[in-house]
């Protein structure tokens, strides 16, 4: 074979070789397999692009946090006078408030719509994330004052003890980060806030307290 037959073959059988580099069914779908020189490497997420959703779900938190914004399984509805609804499930809410225990589950439990024409949409919401991530970062002062009222008609104990913590409301967001009496909606917040605190006024849910 001559010198320019052998250099022939030897180019083809480089040319099989690099195609044969491509992905097949045996490889996985990660950066491991991914060409040193290639410029977009594989994002972790695509590993799981035709799994079930429960696979790419690596703890109970991030499991709940699903559930919550994605209403996925969920058994109850919220409705609000403003026309607003929140999706929940029954069970988890039941495990945190001896009120939604009652709601759901006693003697006298609701369907599966309930009307909440006494609470803000916006601390409800914020309230159930509480419920499914433990999320503690108080919003907005004004806000913070209806979470520590629906806490209190819902009985739930450790966000109360979380919303006493007044140094809180000094740093819930970035918009609230001053000292007191440097705000005077601020400071009539916090003052009525602790007057609560001081007078011990408890808001029970008039259907479901315990």
């Known amino acids: 074979m001559s010198l320019q037959n052998e250099n022939s073959v030897e180019r083809g059988s480089r040319s099989k070789k690099k195609k044969s580099r491509g992905f097949d069914g045996n490889q996985r779908c990660d950066s491991s397999s991914t060409s040193a020189s290639s410029e977009v490497a594989v994002a972790p997420q695509q590993q799981w692009n035709t799994a079930p959703w429960q696979c790419q779900l690596a703890n109970s938190k991030q499991r709940l946090t699903c559930m919550l914004e994605s209403s996925r399984l969920h058994d109850q509805v919220f409705t609000f006078n403003d026309g607003s609804s929140i999706k929940a499930h029954r069970l988890l809410l039941a495990m945190c408030s001896p009120v939604f225990e009652a709601m759901f589950f006693g003697p006298n439990s609701e369907g ?68 007191m009496g440097s705000s005077p909606s601020v400071q009539e917040n916090l003052e009525t806030l602790m007057s609560l605190f001081a007078g011990k006024q408890v808001f029970q849910h008039s259907n479901y307290s315990t």
């Open 112 to 179: 599966p719509s309930v009307h909440l024409p006494e609470d803000p949409p916006e601390a409800f919401a914020w309230i159930l994330r509480y419920c499914y991530t433990d999320h503690v970062s108080l919003p907005n002062v004004d806000t913070a004052l209806q979470i520590y009222q629906l806490a209190h008609r819902y009985q739930m104990d450790s966000l109360v003890a979380i919303c006493k913590d007044v140094e809180d409301f000094y740093t819930c967001t970035e918009e609230t980060k001053f000292p």
